[in-house]
């Protein structure tokens, strides 16, 4: 296990690169064994999800040729298999996307539960009664979930509440099913269109991907394709973030501004300037920050990845803020590690009242998932003193090299070895 070291007081400046999205590219790499032929796959972030994602498909069978640092060439001509490594699987939750995308090409799919960030309850049962909708049998049995058709047939399906997982799963089955496939009140985030135009590139029929109304017309074969990645949002919206709270200015690059408008104006509001160019975003955090409310939506509303990040500037900011999450019912496990450094936070229900304008003070913490690692990780470079953040696997998930890029603006982090963490208490001693 390894932790980051980090000095505090530093303001932000310069400017930084935004790799690919993760949660693009670990629907887009399922997504390419439903054809035989030759994908190849650009602008792919280097995060441990991503390298997940790669070892399951090799372990599947699909042979795999990098083409330099964020590219790569897949042929899934060669899959041997229907059922993905439950040792590889418990390590994501996005491994479930292998259920929609092996039922399209084989008519059967073996995955098992999928695993990832403790964020409170998160079903599959959207997933499954649209899989349902479509043909398909479904067994779960010993941890397995077991999908069989005979033939998938399109269908109307209504999801009850609107999932990211559930539409992008039932946009890969769909694509293969006989006739159409009208799916109704639908996740509209911009990973849903990119997966959209990946699936439409190697022969689909994909209509309306944005809108909260998706309309597929199934076809027979899928063909080989090449396929850029969009910029990561989250990975941008934490930069930014990171650059209002530390007091500095930031220039994040290679960004979709339409895909980052919420997080814009919320730190607008907050108090930061915000200028925004055609593919980059500068974020000056020097003038007073002033407290605000954040609630969480799905898009294009303010996204719950980001709310944890949201939650550190909140702190700086003066006044009193209040967060409502609305999104999933775990997302304040950052809430206590913050209380370490000092921030005053009192948490009901999905509401979290911040009494910002203290400032923070350097303290060991432990990352409990993904982006609260990231969170705290701004929080220590606004905190008086040195901050030891745990667990930073979490981070390295879906961060591309966040600490080197961190480094190039101006921040005093580095990395070592953490032999105080407890891996199964997953607790600092």
Known sequence: MEKFIVKGKTALSGSVKISGSKNSAVALLPASVMTSETVCLENLPDITDVRTMIEILENLGVSIRRRGRDSLELTPGSISKIAPSYELVKKMRASYYFMGSLLARFGRA????????????RPIDQHLKGFTALGADINIEHGMIKLTAQKLTGARVYLDVVSIGATINLMLAAAAAEGRTILENVAKEPEIVDLSNFLNAMGASVRGAGTDVIRIDGVKKFKGAVHTV???????????MAA???????????VIPKHLEAITAKIREIGAKVEVDPEKITVDGTAPLVSSDLKTFPYPGFPTDLQPPGMVLLTAAEGLSVITENVFDGRYNHVNELKRMGARIKVEGRTALIEGGMPLTGAPVAAPDLRSGAALIIAALTADGESQISAVDHVDRGYDNFEGKLTGLGASIYRTADESYDRQSGKVD
Do not use: H, K, W
């Open 110 to 121: 073996e995955v098992p539960i999928p695993g990832g960030c403790d964020l409170g309850p």
């Open 230 to 240: 969009i910029p990561d949002r989250i990975e941008a919206g934490t930069f930014m």
């Open 244 to 254: 209002a709270a530390t007091r500095g200015r930031v220039t994040v690059e290679d």
